[in-house]
């Protein structure tokens, strides 16, 4: 390992080596703001979440009419954006 006279040589050693490492290596998980949709709202926010506990539930018990109202949710969410976007 690292040979020094004692132990306290070691210490600062291996501590000044950590430092110059922790100094010299880039950090990641720099996080920089998202390029948000100025159109989006809380009604598309909403029809969103609805949309997607609909297909939650079809998910889990596939029938006609969890089918139908995904679908309607979707068909829905789609219709909020695309309405937000178009009146933006």
Excluded at 18 to 28: F, L
Aim: with cysteine; charged share 30%; net charge positive.
């Amino acid at each position: 390992m690292v040979e020094g006279e004692n132990l306290n040589e070691v210490v600062n050693f291996v501590t000044k080596t950590i430092s110059a490492a922790d100094d010299s290596i880039p950090k990641s998980g720099l996080s920089f703001p998202k390029n948000r949709k100025p159109w989006w709202n809380k009604y598309c926010t909403d029809t969103n979440r609805d949309q997607r506990r609909a297909w939650n539930v079809f998910r889990r018990h596939p029938t006609a009419a969890n089918q139908i109202a995904f679908q309607r949710a979707k068909s829905i969410a789609r219709w909020a954006k695309w309405k937000s976007e178009r009146g933006y």
